[in-house]
């Protein structure tokens, strides 16, 4: 280690300022920071610090990520096998999903990354790393069968509309990586819907075996074949078509509990969300009106990517709501319009999606009024005491 | 019973090097420092020139702006020199011990018989009325303006903080007239906010005279910001005033004796110091009388106040005017490899992001490395959970940044001064200098508004 320290200690002067590589001085920098925490001490202000930054932050939530990935790629595999109808195992199918999901993880990392490395190098920033996590939600959210270079182009889109022309991280207004799948769902409509984009092979016309139809969950559930729904143990599990790594609510919820020991992602939100998403089943199921109205709270939250989207999406610290009292509204608004979008739009399958991006929008809005009140109370005491006196 | 009050938001950092309820042997220095920027917001202008002799309690410089208040020599001896910074800022004065301690005797009136005037007159003469600070804006209290309270927290939270019943042991006659006085300066109450938590009681409990409220909960519980906010907030357009509990000692000791006695109980903590304690030395000391051999081997820095508020002063730097503590740490001008991936045993956080969150109790050595570098604002919610006021932190220093006043206004910024906010900069994600911030912007609403 002492060696590459005294490398990059060697090569520092050429990428500083007025050294001969000043240009990429930015990239210089997110790499050293990468490999080395700097040795930057405190000058004014406290002292001392707390050990958090960051990076740590970013790569606490891409670890809680991980199990979904995994199972994704496992599940991938086993779709394909099934498909296909041939017999398998557990390396098997993690080795073929493996191979398929992988580049699509590298291309949207290379493609954003892209991105943010130029945009730090022009704005003379640090290249800050927000993009981690973006860069593995966006695979994770995406059919299988999808074209590596829609994923690039998408991603390029979402970076540099979604959030570089904001400001870049920490400005946005929408969640990238849903903004990523927005784009492809209006864009490429043919290549995020239907029944075959979500098992390998299925949109090309491989044969398949008689019976399989890779239909996902919401798809049975538009098309009122309630029956066709796996019930909600295999709901639970995740072993079904559907985006890469929404499947499984297990692994979700092992990057729940990741989320919430470290303390990085928000409660708030994510209770919040699925009241919201029960809340508004049971508004349904008192209707009643057809098959999909009928369905039960718990089936609802289970399938398609609500779950996913309430942890992983929702919970995006900048841009949900920022007030505790907020992200109460915001969380259980999103339940609410996910599952309305739902039931009431055939045309839009999954909800979450749409119903997110939408309250992204209202966030700074729900904010705003939360922040009045806090005016208001400041206000409220100030004319008591002048009354009194 | 007098009312208690549980806060729950704010954080105790677990660091190492706690002070002992012992007192050090005490080599007295030679030196002894004013600095002007210790009193914020105030442009000194000499009264003394360099050689002049002067007695403890001689005033050395007065306030360019306001030059009724004025700042006295806390010891007796000569004006040895006036070190001066970028564009002959005055930095320190220093003034040569003499060995004697001899005080100007003043003349000492019945405390009774005293008007708000005479004592408003006497304190302005003689030093003492820097020790009183208004909210807002925490600058030494504008006179003319009385105040609709005074606050006195008895009890200290932040960080390796000294045990202020330790400092006040049997001087209760000096805390009482100290009240008596202030109680001439405001029309409203004293309120004195002590530990709900402590087993012993309160030395205030015996004071006659002022107004207890308990308070328990973590740091910043025992800030007088915070325990204001929760008995009387100041609104738009009100002025309260505060003052730490061993300066109401030294007021006391003025008008009961008759002499500018400065000298103060300090605690020496932190991880690098051997042996932790508390010595008897006065305000604005060179700190070399800590010794070399008390100290470890390593790079440090030292610290006149807390770890979270204090300021830097090097090895042979003086202890400032209101610090009761001096704090020794371990610089952090290291490179960590991967240091945001390793799991992080011997890291503090507030976070559970660490591997050190599995042992809840332990203590830790902190440096002063940032862990990180400055990013844009991701993380939120956090600032929240260290402030327990009905206030929005973050909302607050967006409002700072944009220089928004009326906005800052709305938000609550008369009711805060750098130290209430400290804990954000403490657990900030992306490393954003809250204090800074507060600062420049309660300077620049000051200044709009007069």
């Known amino acids: 280690m002492k060696a590459l320290r005294k490398f990059l200690d060697k090569i520092k002067p050429g990428f500083s300022k007025g050294g001969m590589f000043s240009m990429f001085r930015s990239t210089f920098g997110a790499f050293e920071t990468f490999l080395f925490v700097p040795n930057k001490v405190t000058h004014q202000g406290t002292h001392i610090h707390d050990a958090v930054d960051l990076k740590r932050t970013m790569s606490v939530v891409v670890i809680a990520l991980l199990p979904s990935l995994i199972f994704g790629m496992w599940n991938v595999g086993r779709q394909y096998y099934t498909s296909i109808g041939e017999a398998t195992d557990i390396l098997k199918n993690l080795w073929f999903g493996f191979l398929k999901v992988m580049p699509i993880v590298i291309v949207s990392y290379v493609s954003g990354l892209t991105v943010e490395f130029i945009f730090a190098q022009i704005r003379k920033h640090e290249v800050n790393e927000g993009f981690l996590v973006t860069g593995m939600l966006i695979p994770l959210i995406m059919p299988v069968d999808i074209p590596l270079w829609i994923v690039a182009v998408s991603t390029i889109f979402a970076v540099i509309f979604g959030k570089e022309v904001f400001g870049g991280t920490g400005m946005n207004v929408f969640n990238p990586a849903l903004l990523t799948r927005a784009f492809i769902f209006f864009a490429y409509p043919a290549q995020i819907s239907g029944d075959t984009v979500w098992t390998y092979g299925l949109s090309q016309g491989s044969k398949v075996i008689d019976g399989f139809s890779g239909a996902t969950p919401l798809a049975n559930a538009a098309s009122y074949t309630i029956d066709k729904i796996p019930d909600n143990f295999t709901l639970f599990l995740g072993n079904f078509p559907g985006s890469i790594g929404e499947t499984s609510k297990l692994a979700i919820l092992t990057g729940v509990a990741i989320l919430l020991i470290t303390g990085i992602a928000n409660w708030r939100i994510m209770l919040s969300v699925i009241l919201g998403g029960v809340c508004m089943t049971l508004i349904f199921n008192a209707f009643g009106a057809n098959p999909y109205m009928r369905i039960s709270p718990l089936t609802q939250i289970l399938m398609g990517g609500f779950l996913f989207g309430a942890v992983f999406m929702a919970t995006d610290p900048v841009t949900a709501a920022q007030t505790n009292t907020g992200q109460y509204i915001y969380g259980i608004l999103i339940g609410m319009f996910a599952i309305l979008i739902r039931v009431l739009n055939p045309a839009y399958p999954e909800g979450m999606m749409l119903s997110i991006i939408l309250m992204n929008a209202f966030a700074p809005l729900i904010d705003h009024y939360v922040v009045r009140a806090n005016i208001r109370r400041r206000l409220k005491r100030a004319a008591k005491v002048t009354v009194k006196s | 019973m007098p009312h208690h009050i549980k806060l729950i938001k704010g954080l105790n950092i677990r660091i190492k090097g706690k002070v ?431």
Not at chain 2, 163 to 177: H, M, P, S, T, V
Not at chain 2, 268 to 278: H, K
């Open chain 2, 20 to 450: 002992k309820n012992i007192f050090l042997p005490c080599v007295k220095s030679q030196w002894v420092a004013l600095k002007p920027d210790d009193f914020k917001g105030v442009i000194p202008k000499l009264l003394l020139k360099p050689g002049d002799l002067v007695k403890a309690g001689t005033p050395v410089f007065c306030d360019k702006l306001n030059p009724e208040v004025k700042f006295a020599s806390p010891v007796s001896g000569k004006v040895f020199a006036v070190n001066r910074g970028e564009r002959r800022k005055i930095l320190e004065i220093v003034i040569e011990t003499d060995g004697k301690q001899e005080y100007i005797q003043h003349k000492i009136s019945e405390i009774e018989t005293l008007s708000r005037q005479n004592v408003i007159d006497e304190m302005l003469d003689n030093g003492l009325w820097a020790y009183i600070i208004q909210r807002p804006f925490g600058i030494i209290a504008n006179h003319n303006a009385p105040p609709k309270a005074i606050f006195i927290s008895g009890f200290d939270t932040a960080p390796l903080a000294p045990d202020i019943d330790f400092i006040l042991k049997g001087q209760e006659e000096n805390l009482q007239a100290g009240i008596n006085i202030l109680q001439k300066l405001t029309n409203g109450k004293i309120y004195v906010g002590i530990n709900g938590k402590s087993v012993n009681p309160s030395i205030f409990e015996k004071i006659k005279g002022i107004e207890i409220t308990r308070f328990s909960g973590p740091h910043p519980a025992g800030n007088v910001g915070i325990q204001i906010h929760h008995i009387s907030p100041v609104n738009k357009g009100e002025i309260v005033w505060v003052i730490a509990p061993a300066d109401v000692v030294i007021i006391g000791k003025y008008f009961s004796k008759g002499i500018y006695d400065v000298s103060r109980i300090i605690a020496l903590t932190g991880s690098e110091v051997i042996n932790t304690g508390y010595v008897k030395t006065v305000a604005g000391t060179q700190i070399s009388f800590i010794g070399k051999n008390n100290l470890s081997k390593i790079e440090k820095r030292f610290i006149s106040g807390n770890v979270l508020t204090g300021t830097t002063i090097p090895e042979n730097g003086y202890l400032g005017f209101y610090h009761n503590m001096i704090t020794v740490i371990p610089e952090g001008n290291y490179y960590e490899f991967l240091g945001w991936i390793m799991p992080g045993f011997k890291k503090f956080s507030s976070t559970r992001t660490f591997a050190s969150w599995l042992t809840p109790k332990k203590e830790y050595t902190l440096d002063t490395n940032y862990h990180g570098a400055e990013r844009a604002f991701v993380m939120t919610g956090k600032y929240e959970k260290v402030v327990p006021m009905d206030i929005l932190p973050q909302h607050l220093i967006k409002a700072a940044l944009i220089e928004d006043i009326e906005l800052m206004e709305n938000l609550g910024i008369y009711e805060v001064v750098e130290e209430d906010l400290a804990l954000c900069e403490f657990v900030c994600t992306s490393k954003i200098e809250v204090q800074a911030i507060l600062r420049k912007a309660l300077d620049f609403v000051k200044k709009e508004m007069s």
